[in-house]
């Protein structure tokens, strides 16, 4: 619960042949602000999308997983909207 709302974060994952699939490993909202962390193979490059209704998909941001296994992703729109889903994917 934050700010006396409640807060649900859905996460979606795929991963390329070869690849370890990201996994979430601390979802937070600070601020209003989504904030997530997700570990996967080291230098692969992980996409980002948001969705509010699980059908029209946005591109938010595509960043490299670093040499230490992990990548953080904050989005800062996310409290502006009343629902947020967001799914990550290996790319090549």
Do not use: C, K
Not at 17 to 30: D, Q
Not at 34 to 45: F, K, P, V, Y
């Amino acid at each position: 619960m934050v700010g006396g709302q409640t807060v649900t974060l859905n996460i979606t994952y795929a991963a390329a042949s070869g690849s370890t699939v990201p996994r979430l490993v601390a979802p937070a909202i600070t601020n209003g602000s989504s904030r997530l962390i997700m570990t996967g193979t080291a230098n692969e490059t992980v996409a980002i999308e948001r969705s509010t209704n699980l059908v029209n998909w946005t591109a938010v941001v595509t960043n490299p997983i670093g040499a230490g296994g992990s990548v953080s992703f904050s989005d800062a729109l996310s409290a502006n909207r009343p629902r947020a889903f967001y799914r990550a994917q290996v790319v090549p």
